[in-house]
């Protein structure tokens, strides 16, 4: 089966820049889509097919993807960005994969 | 406005059974494939379960597989998860999702979950 890795915690300084990686076996190949999860709320799809972004979500988050590390990146981090992130692709076997979630820490 | 709302949790034994429901709203519900993902109390998201938008695929977790049943009313915009067999381990909230269309699907609508308590 598939497994996706991602660090438990991250921590970026307000205003700074922060990425939250997600790991798997080539997953470049693979499309890879992005939650936030709020203390208390449902998950919020905030990058999916690696780069792309829903309405209503800031430009201030964005997606890349290559070779074995997938990246979400939050670009003047806020006090309101603090939540979980949770990477997720899509597996022929495993059908749908999440990784295990990073809290992020805006100091 | 696009929603989901689910409900139907509660607390259950060990072995027994509980049907949750997901009411939708806002989209074509007959248009989409839906899912349910579970989270236990402070862990992360684990998919359970998925539905064609038909009724006519469904797909489960190992985790799930023979004990829990999805299904879907699109007369009613209701998606069910009719759970047997329950574990301790099958405490957690369940939400139901949307998925997108695509070859390497996501979820791009949540409802805000029902929690399942099984008690030993």
């Known amino acids: 089966s598939y497994e996706l890795t991602q660090p438990l915690s991250v921590s970026v300084a307000l205003g700074q820049t922060a990425r939250i990686p997600c790991g798997g076996n080539n997953i470049g190949s693979k499309n890879v889509h992005w939650y936030q999860q709020q203390p208390g709320q449902a998950p919020v799809l905030v990058i999916y097919?690696?780069?792309s972004r829903p309405s209503g979500i800031p430009e201030r988050f964005s997606g890349s993807n290559s070779g074995n590390t997938a990246t979400l990146t939050i670009s003047r981090a806020q006090a309101g960005d603090e939540a979980d992130y949770y990477c997720?692709?899509?597996?022929?076997?495993?059908?749908?994969?999440f990784g295990g979630g990073t809290k992020l820490t805006v100091l | 406005e696009v929603q989901l709302l689910e409900s139907g949790g509660g607390l259950v034994q060990r072995g027994g059974s509980l049907r949750l429901s997901c009411a939708a709203s806002?989209?074509?519900?007959?248009?989409?494939?839906l899912s349910w993902v579970r989270q236990a109390p402070v862990k992360g998201l684990e998919w359970v379960s998925a539905i064609s938008s038909s009724g006519g695929n469904t797909y489960y977790a190992d985790s799930v597989r023979g004990r829990f049943t999805i299904s879907r009313d699109n007369s009613r915009n209701t998606l069910y998860l009719q759970m047997n067999s329950l574990r301790a381990e099958d405490t957690a909230l369940y939400y139901c999702a949307k998925v997108v269309d695509g070859s390497d699907p996501a979820f791009d609508i949540w409802g805000q979950g029902t929690m399942v308590t099984v008690s030993s």
């Open positions: 806002g989209f074509t519900f007959s248009s989409y494939a």
């Open positions: 997720q692709v899509w597996d022929s076997s495993t059908r749908w994969v």
């Open positions: 097919r690696d780069t």
